[in-house]
C-alpha cells in the first residue's frame, strides 16, 4: 500500500526542503498525546507533563484530537516560515471551511469531512474541486459531524460541538494554547534541534541541487523512493492514497521529534507535503511494508512454520526436511521457495546439495518491523 504523489513536468526547484517550528511543535504534542510511540523520548514526555500548568495541560488534552491519532493538515505547513508566530499567522489565513474541514477529519475520524478546499490565501494548494455539503452550513452534514464525533468520545463530541458553533472562538484558543506551549516547552526543545535540523536539511538540498530528486528522495527514508518514470513520488504507507504537486510542488520537513512516523498531507485541496524523521546515527533502513506482508503471509502456513522450526536448530537440506517432516520433496521445495522469497531463509551450495539456512536476524526483528511499518 502506498501514496502515490504525482510530480510529472514539476521543476525540480518545487521539490523543498525545509524546517518548519509549527510541524515540530506538532510532533512534540503528538509524543506527549502518545509516548508509546515514542520511547526513546518517554522521558522528555514525562518531564514536560510533570512541569506544566494544570490549565495548559487541560487545553492540551481538549484539543489533543488535532494532533493524536493524526496531524491536522494545517499544522504541517506547505510554506514553512522561519518562527512559529509567522506560520500561526498563516494558519489564521485559512477560511473557516477548510480549518473546521481539516479539524474534523483528525476530530471524528472520518475522510468524509477532508474534501473542504483550503481559500486562495492560505498556504496551500489554491483549487476549488467541487465539495459535499459543508457541516457548517448544512444541518444534515452536521449532525453527521456530531454523530461520529460522539462515536469517538465526550471529548471529541464537546470539541466538534464547540467549533461547530463558535469556529473563530475555537481557532483563537486552539493558537492560544500553541503559543502558551512554546513558553512552556517548545522554545527550548526547537533551540536544542535547530542544529540537527539544519544539517539534516544542507545535506538534502545540497544531494537536490547536485544529485537530483531521487537522490534526495533516498536520503529521506527507504520508504520515499522516485517511481521508475520520475514522475511519482511513492511513499510506503498504510493506505492506497494518491495526489498531485501540480504547480505547487511538494514540501519535505524534517522532524526530530516525529520519529519513527512519516506524516504525509495528501488531502484534496491541499499542497502535498512530507513530514519525515531525520535519520539517527546509525539508522536501519526501514523495511517496506510489501516486505513485512510478505514475510506474514509465508509464516501463515503451518507446514512453512515446522520447516522453520527444523531449520532454527541448523541448515538442512530439502531432502532432510521432507524426511523429517514425512512430505515430499516437491512439497518442501515450494514452501521453501515462499519462505526465500520474503527474505527468510538463506540457500548454500554444498557439492552436490543446497543447504538452507534460518534468516534469524529479520525472523527475529519481524515484530518490530510490523510496528514500525503501522507506525509510519
Sequence with gaps: ?????????????????????????????????????????????????????????????????????SQADFLIPARPRPTLAEELDDVDRIDDEAYVTAALVTTCGSSRFHSAVPSSSSPSMPSSPPSPPSPLTDARARERALDLAQARGGRQEAFAERLLADPAAVRARVRQTLEQCAEAFFDAAWAGVAVQLATDLRLKNDLLRHQGIGAALASVSGAVTLAPDGDCIVVDKLQDKSTAAHGTGVTFIPSVFGRPHLVAVHAPGWQPVVQYPVAEPSPSEPVPLETVTLRLEALAHPVRLRLLRTLARGPHTTGELAHTWELSPPEVSRHLAVLRRAGLLTARRHGRYVRYTLNLPDLTALGTDLLAAVLR
Excluded at 40 to 58: K, S, Y
Design 1 to 69: 500500500m502506498t501514496l502515490r504523489i504525482d510530480i510529472s513536468g514539476l521543476p525540480s526547484e518545487r521539490l523543498r526542503f525545509a524546517a518548519s517550528p509549527l510541524a515540530e511543535l506538532t510532533a512534540m504534542l503528538h509524543v506527549l498525546a502518545e509516548p508509546g510511540h515514542h520511547p526513546h523520548l518517554a522521558g522528555w514526555a514525562g518531564d514536560v507533563w510533570t512541569r506544566l500548568r494544570p490549565e495548559l495541560a487541560e487545553r492540551l488534552r481538549e484539543a489533543e484530537f488535532l494532533w493524536r491519532s
